[in-house]
C-alpha cells in the first residue's frame, strides 16, 4: 500500500497541499526548538498548544507563499482546535507516511455523514 508524505486539504473552501518535508524536519525542529515526534504526541495526547498548531500549519505552507498566506488567515479567524488533527496528519505523514484515507483533510462538516454514523 502506498504512503503519502503530504496531506491535501480543503481549508476554508479552497485545496491547499501541506507538507512537512523530511529534508526539513531538522529545521522545523530548530524553529520550534523541540521533537517533531514530541510534537505529534501533544496532538495525539490532547496536550497541544495553540502555538504548535500554528508552527506545523504554518510550516508546512511555507513552500508556496498563498498556501501560507491561506493558512494564516483561516487560522485568525477559525477555532483552532478545528486544525488540531490536519497538524496530527502533517506530522504523521512526514514522519511515518500517510495511507490515502490519511492524506485529506476538510474543514467542512458533512451533516449527511455525521447523521448516517
Known amino acids: 500500500m502506498p504512503t503519502f ?6 481549508v476554508a473552501g479552497r485545496e491547499i497541499t501541506l507538507r512537512l518535508r523530511r529534508d526539513h524536519l531538522h529545521a522545523f525542529e530548530v524553529h520550534i526548538e523541540g521533537s517533531a515526534y514530541k510534537t505529534l504526541r501533544s496532538f495525539l495526547e490532547g496536550t497541544w498548544r495553540v502555538g504548535d ?3 506545523v500549519l504554518e510550516f508546512a505552507a511555507s513552500d508556496r507563499s ?3 498566506e491561506h493558512m494564516r488567515q483561516t487560522m485568525q479567524t477559525q477555532p483552532p482546535a478545528d486544525y488540531a488533527v490536519l497538524a496530527q496528519q502533517v506530522l504523521s505523514a512526514a514522519l511515518f507516511g500517510v495511507c490515502a484515507e490519511e492524506a485529506v483533510f ?3 462538516f458533512d451533516a449527511t455523514t455525521a447523521l448516517a454514523s
Open 66 to 68: 498563498q498556501d501560507l
Open 53 to 55: 498548531l500554528h508552527a
Open 5 to 10: 508524505n503530504h496531506v491535501t486539504a480543503s
Open 106 to 108: 476538510s474543514d467542512q
